[in-house]
């Protein structure tokens, strides 16, 4: 695009340059509330830890041991990718690098109780409350560590005639030697041998929210003479099962609360058919667990201790063990104890697969990728469900490429204002030409930003060169929505664009901001600006200080530009700017520009003539219209077409953006 020179002698406004200091470990995937707890570091024996906030219910991080030492956060800062069969499962799961790995439908295990390995730094989570493994599980070898496994169906091991399974030994899940493990909303059913087994000193592991149904020996820990793995298991629902409802052996510290056993199976076994069971020389605590139609729902060997406080029991019998005084969880970290008489109903509703769960996909920036860029880099190509990148506030000096194949995106800022969380550069198209220069450039459809802002801080006045288009921002997608978003730069800086010329590609910018001198809106997309501010910054001129649009839709597109409901501001002496101008690309007859401003306030730097000739084409030849504009810069001349109401009627938000599809983000506001 080819321009008068450029010059700006002031820039207000500019955004801060300093990179913010960002702390706190990430949620990998989940139920979506952030502010979750940061957890106590665990204390040296016959010491208090200072503890942390309770940890919120609907967390994507684990809380309990799993948090500590470092905390567990899975495939955080790999990348995202959906697996619908065994081999892509296996393959991502045993990678050396992290990945999120998210499981949708239901895999079939070959052959029959096949255990997938699990590398390190890995999330594995089912996709809404439907996805399953079934005759398979998983394993987590010696040295395996920082592993979550989320929302997901295991089931359909057991051998019909082999209750001990004493001669296959498939597990739905089990842990060699592993360490921080976090287990959650898992339904285990029909498991041959254990639906959970945590063995051979693991350490640091987090076992909540999950259901274990209809099996016999159903969640072991331990077993090794060694003191030293430490578990909390919490909010879990055990009914129809035997025996290991868990059974804990040498454990440092079991912390056991708000669990639901119920229905236990009952064949008549006097001994093994059991809840909770502390064995050798365990150290457990059980709260306000609720035990309902269970035999010895609580026992503890002459060695071990246990604690137990707050439970209820209805229609118990045999042992209630209880002795020692084990140890203080609250000594390595906080956790909210609910109610015992709530736990059957909590349980029932939130334990298992969820819906909500493993849903919108959420990238944390700097947390799981150091770089806005990086984030994009994780999300899978032909991504089919929504994607999040947070963006912590701070400024982050890079340029940014969301490829055409990487649609569903939000960018969010997470500071409290849109200034908070600055994307910045300073390219000009001197160097890569006008595409080039563009600080973000985003190629994707159903890209959403929101509560940022995006800078081209690129020094015009600073530099003589042939090419001062300095992009903040292009976009050729479509259904591209900004809210809450700021536009930073001189000339050319937001250009919303479509693939050629004869493609409609819609963009919606709503409550922003925009600023520029030259040409700074512009492009061939449908583009809609409502309830925003557009900024025409002042180059120091006493007659042209620049011009606010150069559309260059094309001739079969009724929309192009719609200014709308906004308030156009500037500085700049009285009757210097224009609205303005057409811009044929390469002198293309067939890009007719047509914009619309209107019920907008225009300050008094605009002429009275507004709109302009550009390369040789007369802007009459274009489709510039106003409609009922207010303020000092609204006057109407023979020089500035009205559109009439009628007309007006059918140049509406909704008639830009429905396209063939019925797009309408604007109507969720």
């Known amino acids: 695009m080819t321009h008068l020179r450029s010059k700006r002698l002031s820039r207000p406004g500019r955004p801060r340059t300093a990179l913010a200091a960002v702390l706190g470990l990430v949620a990998a995937l989940g139920l979506g509330a952030i502010g979750d707890a940061h957890a106590a570091p665990p204390a040296k024996p016959g010491t208090a830890a200072k503890p942390g906030p309770a940890a919120d219910r609907w967390t994507d991080r684990p809380h309990g041991f799993a948090s500590l030492a470092g905390g567990t956060t899975g495939g955080a800062g790999g990348r995202v990718v959906t697996v619908t069969d065994q081999a892509a499962l296996a393959k991502y799961a045993a990678a050396e690098e992290p990945y999120v790995i998210r499981v949708k439908g239901t895999l079939e295990m070959e052959p029959f109780g096949r255990e997938i390995p699990v590398a390190s730094d890995k999330t594995i989570i089912g996709v809404s409350d439907t996805a399953e493994i079934v005759h398979g599980g998983f394993t987590l070898d010696p040295g395996t560590h920082n592993v979550v496994i989320r929302n997901l169906t295991i089931r359909d091991t057991a051998v019909e005639g082999n209750w001990d399974c004493k001669d296959t030994d498939y597990d739905g899940i089990r842990l060699d030697t592993a360490h921080h493990v976090w287990i959650d909303h898992i339904r285990f059913s029909r498991i041959c041998d254990g639906q959970l087994d945590i063995r051979k000193d693991s350490e640091y592991v ?131 104890l609910d109610p015992a008489a709530a736990v059957p109903a909590l349980v029932k509703r939130f334990s298992g697969p969820q819906q909500r769960i493993g849903g919108p996909v959420t990238l944390h920036v700097p947390g799981d990728h150091p770089t806005v860029q990086a984030a994009v880099d994780a999300v899978p190509e032909g991504n089919d469900s929504p994607i999040t990148i947070a963006v912590a506030p701070g400024t982050y000096r890079e340029k940014v490429f969301i490829p055409a194949s990487k649609p569903n995106i939000l960018l969010r800022g997470t ?59 292009k976009t050729t997608g479509d259904r591209i929505v900004f809210e809450d978003t700021a536009f930073r730069g001189n000339q050319d800086t937001l250009m919303t664009d479509s693939p050629k010329l004869t493609t409609v590609s819609r963009v919606y910018v709503r409550d922003s901001y925009i600023e520029g001198d030259v040409d700074f809106v512009y492009g061939r997309a449908t583009t809609v600006i409502e309830r925003s501010v557009i900024r025409a910054l002042s180059r120091g001129s006493d007659s042209n200080n620049g011009y606010i649009t150069a559309a260059s839709t094309w001739k079969g597109n009724p929309y192009g530009f719609l200014i709308t409901r906004s308030e156009i501001v500037s500085d700049a002496p009285a009757g210097t700017y224009h609205l303005g101008r057409p811009w044929h690309p390469g002198g293309e007859p067939d890009a007719v520009a047509q914009v619309l401003i209107r019920e907008t306030r225009l300050p008094a730097a605009v002429k009275s003539s507004p709109w302009t000739d550009m390369s040789g084409f007369s802007w009459k030849d274009a489709r510039f219209t106003e409609h009922r504009n207010y303020g000092p810069g609204a006057t109407v001349t023979a020089d500035r077409p009205q559109m009439s109401d009628r007309d007006a009627r059918s140049h509406t938000v909704t008639a830009y953006l429905a396209g063939t599809d019925g797009w309408a983000p604007h109507i969720r506001h």
Not at 216 to 240: A, C, E, L, S, Y
């Open 206 to 336: 987090t076992v909540s929210y999950n259901q274990f149904t209809d099996n016999n020996k159903t969640f072991g820990i331990g077993w090794t003479p060694n003191v030293t793995t430490q578990i909390t298991v919490d909010h879990n629902w055990f009914r129809g099962t035997k025996q290991r409802n868990p059974s804990a052996d040498n454990c440092a510290y079991a912390h056991l609360y708000n669990n639901y056993l119920s229905a236990q199976l009952s064949d008549g076994d006097p001994v093994w058919t059991y809840g909770n069971w502390s064995r050798g020389r365990t150290k457990m605590v059980i709260e306000n667990s609720f035990y309902d139609g269970v035999q010895h729902p609580y026992q503890a060997d002459a060695t071990a201790e246990l604690v137990q406080r707050g439970s209820i029991l209805r229609n118990t019998t045999g042992r209630h063990d209880a002795w020692g005084t084990a140890f203080d969880p609250r000594d390595f970290y906080s956790y909210r």
């Open 415 to 473: 500071g409290r204002d849109r200034s908070d969380t600055v994307v910045v550069f300073d390219t000009p198209a001197e160097y890569g030409g006008s595409t080039g220069s563009a600080t973000v450039r985003i190629a994707a459809n159903d890209v959403t930003a929101r509560n940022l802002t995006f800078s081209n801080d690129f020094d015009e006045a600073a530099h003589e060169l042939k090419g001062e288009q300095a992009l903040a921002m």
